[in-house]
């Protein structure tokens, strides 16, 4: 037994040196797997990370894109980026603006082409040389303005320069406005320069908003033109507007000051506009297609003691003894030199979804300081002479800010027996539902006119009747 012990032990011995051998061989085998493993767990950890360190830094890029685009909206923040960078554009004219906005320019242009057919009912004496006037038919450039207008270190220091060359006057440029506007508030502001006289609503009123082609005749009767004047005005409680004006005189809008175009005497002037009801009514029809209604009622008067101002005149009825058997009209001009001229005006203007309604009311005295006085010399006058006129004007939008329609009615009266009277018919197409572009069509009855107008085509003591078509242009 013990031989075959001793026999057998190395046997064993050898199966478990190969079975040790065997596991061994196992475990170093997963031991390589667990590796491995490790390998790859550390790998995708590696992975993971990276991912989120990109996930992290797009999350923050998209953030700071976002913190930018706000602070580039800012116009302070921006502009301080860029300090020497000016600011060019178009908003209601083409401007420049320096970028602390300190500074302004705005340029804006327009012009009007017309074409007028006239057909005269009688002869003119009052024409030159007193001959016949025949028909009338041509085109002309009506109005042609440039405008610089914008504010100085402040927006409440303002200033205007426009300058015209249109047909009437040669095509030869010249100063139409010029005046400088500070604002203390908005209830006292200071205007000085070359300017519309603030007397009347349809004279004031910018040609490039005006219902019929031109102006009313009564308006072209009594209206003050362009003065050289300092004015006084504001806004009160956002429903009355006021203008308190002293000028050299009234139409004289180029003279100065020299002993042979002024006296010592101001022209004195004063409006006062109130707003019943709806916004501040600033053209004569309702092309923005109002959807409240607006109404505003307006007065203004005039005072001018005239000893030598060298541009005023008036019109006058020719006293029948100086014209009968002459042949000559029944107006005519005089010098306003030694007489005294007092002039009130009353208007009203409605809006209301297109529909507009205009009218006005004017009333003057003229009287001759002495029997010196042009006026008293040519008039026969020594009292006190009064002249009445007004206007009365309507329209409609067929076709809401396209297409209007409208009628006016017109005269002067009370003036020696010599009534003038006015009658007017006009169709209006805005392309683009704005004043930049008009087209404009109108047909004018008139009777023996009072006065002269180059503006509107007609002339003193003319009896026509005349038709317009006018384009006008804006920018």
């Not at 007489?339 to 005295?365: C, H, K």
């Amino acid at each position: 037994m013990s031989a075959v012990a001793e026999v057998g032990s190395p046997l064993a011995m050898v199966k478990r040196d190969a079975e040790a051998e065997s596991l061994e061989r196992s475990i170093g085998k997963l031991e390589a797997m667990v590796e491995a493993q490790q390998g790859e767990i550390a790998s995708l950890e590696k992975r993971i990370e990276a991912l989120d360190t990109r996930a992290s830094e797009s999350v923050r890029a998209g953030g700071v894109r976002e913190i930018v685009r706000e602070l580039m909206d800012d116009a302070q923040f921006r502009e301080s980026l860029y300090p020497d960078v000016q600011q060019v554009g178009y908003k209601k004219g083409f401007y420049i603006k320096s970028s602390d906005e300190a500074f302004l320019l705005v340029v804006t242009g327009y012009a009007r082409w017309r074409w007028a057919g006239q057909n005269r009912q009688t002869d003119n004496r009052r024409q030159t040389g007193r001959q016949k006037q025949d028909d009338l038919n041509g085109f002309e450039i009506e109005d042609l303005y440039l405008t610089f207008k914008g504010h100085i270190h402040s927006p409440d220091l303002t200033y205007l320069i426009t300058v015209e060359g249109d047909t009437d006057i040669n095509h030869a440029w010249r100063t139409y406005y010029a005046w400088v506007n500070y604002r203390f508030v908005d209830e006292f502001q200071m205007t000085g320069g070359l300017m519309k006289a603030p007397f009347g609503r349809q004279e004031t009123n910018s040609k490039s908003r005006l219902q019929f082609i031109d102006r009313s005749m009564a308006n072209e009767m009594f209206n003050l033109d362009r003065v050289i004047a300092g004015v006084v005005h504001g806004t009160l409680s956002e429903r009355f507007r006021y203008a308190l004006s002293i000028a050299n005189g009234i139409a004289n809008k180029h003279d100065s000051p020299s002993q042979d175009e002024l006296d010592t005497n101001f022209a004195y002037m004063a409006r006062l506009v109130a707003h019943v009801f709806g916004k501040r009514i600033k053209a004569e029809n309702d092309l923005a297609h109002s959807k409240d209604p607006q109404l505003e009622l307006g007065m203004s008067f005039l005072y001018n003691d005239d000893n030598g101002d060298d541009r005023a005149r008036a019109a006058y009825s020719v006293p029948d003894q100086i014209r009968r058997g002459r042949g000559i009209g029944g107006n005519a001009r005089a010098d306003l030199t030694g007489t005294d001229l007092f002039q009130f005006g009353a208007d009203a203007a409605f809006r209301y979804r297109g529909l507009s309604a205009t009218a006005e009311y004017w009333m003057r005295a003229i009287d001759g300081d002495s029997e010196f006085s042009a006026w008293e010399q040519q008039t026969g006058r020594s009292d006190a002479s009064h002249q009445q006129g007004g206007y009365l004007q309507a329209g409609y939008f067929i076709i809401p800010k396209k297409v209007e329609v409208a009628a006016r009615l017109g005269g002067v009266w009370d003036n020696d027996g010599d009534n003038a009277w006015e009658y007017v018919a006009g169709v209006n197409y805005y392309p683009w539902g704005s004043y930049n572009v008009v087209l404009q069509a109108d047909f004018t009855r008139m009777a023996e006119a009072p006065s002269t107008s180059s503006s509107a085509n007609w002339g003193q003591n003319d009896e026509i009747n005349m038709v317009r078509v006018q384009l006008q242009l804006k920018f």
